[in-house]
């Protein structure tokens, strides 16, 4: 149900399947016979001529392009329809949005304005409810663009993350800045790293290291469990 996409295959009878199905199914799904090994050498370089609608025209996308184009067109195409990014990382959360990637900001600032942040603003925060309270995640909106930012407690470590949500290959083309530092503005620490997509696994995101590491003790020796402590966001473009 798919755009066929080089190398093309066929079964014994001829009929042609693609390699994005052929590693699902062990037989032809027309016939029931065997795959052979043949390639439909005509069919592929028809394929290299042909251009195809974006997937998300049923959304209002109007681009038409040759199937090399398309996969990195449909990565960043603004009609590309996105759940909402807030039940992905809350708990329980109930949100049944789902609507276009310039349609994110509008949703999230209506439906979920007890996560929004305004990047550079100062918060203060319980350690304890930093760690372990979902809701201390928080949503930024700066140059146009949408960032969620993750604090998250394993295993003695803490770590903070900053994910892009749009094109993955424009998440590099951010770097973020976290701040933690005490009442009384004596003590601190920072931590910078480059912004990650929105699409990866957090959990891989922690274990390649590609975030804000800290040991819990580093972090809680800026407070107690009864005092706060100051967080500062700032997310600027690389090179800046």
């Known amino acids: 149900m798919e755009y066929m996409r080089p190398p093309i295959r066929m079964c014994v009878n001829g009929h042609s399947i693609c390699n994005i199905c052929r590693p699902k199914l062990d037989d032809c799904p027309i016939c029931r016979r065997?795959?052979?090994?043949?390639?439909?050498?005509g069919l592929e370089k028809?394929?290299?001529e042909v251009k195809y609608p974006c997937t998300y025209r049923q959304f209002g996308c109007e681009e038409v392009l040759v199937h090399d184009k398309l996969d990195e067109h449909q990565a960043k195409c603004l009609y590309r329809q996105l759940k909402?990014?807030?039940a992905r990382y809350i708990s329980g959360m109930q949100c049944d949005w789902m609507g276009k990637y310039i349609e994110v900001k509008n949703h999230l600032m209506?439906?979920?304005p007890e996560m929004c942040l305004d990047c550079g603003e100062v918060e203060l925060r319980p350690?304890?409810?930093?760690?372990f309270h979902a809701w201390c995640n928080k949503f930024v909106f700066i140059y146009d663009e949408?960032?969620?930012r993750l604090f998250c407690e394993r295993n003695g470590m803490f770590y903070v993350v900053v994910l892009y949500i749009g094109p993955p290959k424009n998440a590099a083309k951010y770097k973020y800045k976290v701040e933690f530092v005490n009442?009384?503005?004596?003590?601190g620490v920072t931590v910078m790293h480059l912004s990650r997509s929105f699409d990866e696994n957090v959990d891989d995101i922690f274990r390649s290291g590609n975030c804000g590491k800290l040991h819990c003790d580093v972090v809680r020796r800026l407070t107690t469990q009864k005092d706060y402590?100051?967080?500062?966001?700032?997310?600027?473009?690389?090179?800046?």
């Open 229 to 240: 402590i100051k967080l500062k966001l700032e997310i600027l473009k690389v090179g800046n």
């Open 110 to 112: 209506e439906n979920h």
């Open 146 to 148: 949408v960032f969620f």
């Open 46 to 48: 028809l394929v290299q």
């Open 183 to 187: 009442k009384d503005d004596t003590e």
């Open 34 to 41: 065997q795959f052979l090994k043949t390639r439909n050498v």
């Open 84 to 86: 909402c990014p807030a």
């Open 127 to 131: 350690f304890l409810l930093l760690c």
